[in-house]
């Protein structure tokens, strides 16, 4: 099983990013996809969730209506388009693959917001 998520980087206050997360030796079409991110000091939190489908998203208040989570069952990959960044989304944010209680994580990918 292999999360692999890349698409971080240094970006200023007020832009964009869009993070991906490639997966495999699953069968992901099964599997709800999550991104979490954990600060410095903080606890891993979860940020957006997507069905195995597709059909259903959730997004956590302090990011609802600047990120979107988005998956495309045929190439085995998750997104998180991320919008309107501020600096308190400084974080290492992970990809996570969810199914009953299977539960399988990526090792994350740098996301730094400047002010």
């Known amino acids: 099983v292999q999360l692999v998520e890349s698409g971080g980087g240094l970006v200023q206050s007020g832009g964009s990013l869009r993070l991906s997360c490639a997966a495999s030796g699953f069968t992901f079409w099964r599997y709800d996809m999550n991104w979490y991110r954990q600060a410095p000091g903080k606890e891993r939190e979860r940020v957006a969730r997507?069905?195995?489908?597709?059909?259903?998203?959730n997004y956590a208040d302090s990011v609802k209506g600047r990120f979107t989570i988005s998956r495309d069952n045929t190439k085995n990959m998750v997104y998180l388009q991320m919008n309107s960044l501020k600096p308190e989304d400084t974080a290492v944010y992970y990809c996570n693959a969810n199914y009953v209680t299977d539960n399988y994580w990526g090792q994350g990918t740098q996301v730094t917001v400047s002010s």
């Open positions: 997507i069905s195995s489908a597709g059909g259903s998203t």
